[in-house]
């Protein structure tokens, strides 16, 4: 039983990184896989960033969630206190940033506070709730959808990165061939469809 | 349950939410950046002027003119 649970449980996070990736499958978080993937450090700053917010938020929207919303019958609640709880982490992680890795601060811009909006962020933690996963699912949801986003926005600077000294048509340097590599990706990442299914 | 009881449930929980979040974004905006992390910034290839790394009129740094 408990092998079970956790094979499921690490299912869930290959699920969520690559089948299901929120990214280049939901298309969530554009605007910040986009802004901040032209260097490596950046991409990979905002990542971790994203990382550190979505399991946090999963971890305290779920309990908040369960213990005090659903018993007070407040359910309707649920988004404006994800989206408060999420804009308190965000500002917490930005006091940190600013604090220990000013460089990386200065680098990650108006895309540091952008955060708040990121859909990738909140659109976890709702489908934790509506989906109605236990805690254990939750946290692997919200692992393996933080991991996916690291991933391609890393790999997608890299390639951006490449992107700089390739002989691009001019008509197509800068953006366009950006938004043309992150379609090649996303079907790319169709390959995975259908691997696991939970 | 109650509508008002609903309703009061509801504003407490936004209330407590909104003061934590007042609260750390009032921490945020009074921690300064430490000292010598802009200068860092300037010291790579970036204008010594306006300290932008894509500036029009790039003005190369000292260290770089040598």
């Known amino acids: 039983m408990q092998t079970s649970a956790a094979v499921t449980f690490i299912l869930a996070i290959i699920s969520g990184m690559l089948v299901d990736n929120v990214l280049l499958s939901r298309f969530y978080g554009c605007c910040s896989f986009i802004g901040v993937s032209k260097k490596v450090e950046s991409a990979l700053g905002m990542g971790i960033a994203v990382v550190f917010v979505i399991i946090f938020a999963s971890l305290i929207c779920w309990p908040i969630y369960k213990f005090i919303l659903v018993p007070l019958e407040i359910p309707f609640m649920d988004t404006i206190t994800y989206i408060l709880v999420i804009a308190s982490l965000v500002q917490f992680i930005a006091i940190v940033i600013k604090k220990y890795l000013p460089k990386l601060y200065n680098s990650l811009g108006i895309y540091l506070p952008l955060i708040t909006t990121n859909c990738a962020v909140l659109g976890v933690v709702q489908a934790n709730t509506d989906m109605e996963y236990s805690f254990m699912l939750s946290m692997a949801n919200a692992i393996g959808t933080a991991l996916g986003f690291l991933l391609v926005i890393v790999v997608f600077a890299c390639i951006r990165n490449r992107l700089e000294s390739a002989n691009v048509p001019k008509c197509l340097k800068g953006t366009p061939i950006a938004l043309i590599t992150a379609s090649l990706m996303s079907i790319a990442f169709l390959g995975f469809l259908g691997m696991i299914s939970i | ?66």
């Open chain 2, 1 to 66: 349950m109650d509508i008002f009881l609903r309703v009061l449930f509801s504003i407490i929980v936004f209330a407590v939410l909104f003061v934590l979040f007042v609260i750390l974004y009032r921490v945020n905006k009074k921690t300064k950046i430490p000292k010598g992390a802009r200068e860092l910034e300037r010291n790579e290839f970036s204008c010594s002027h306006c300290g932008h790394a894509e500036c029009k009129f790039f003005i190369p740094n000292k260290e770089e003119k040598k």
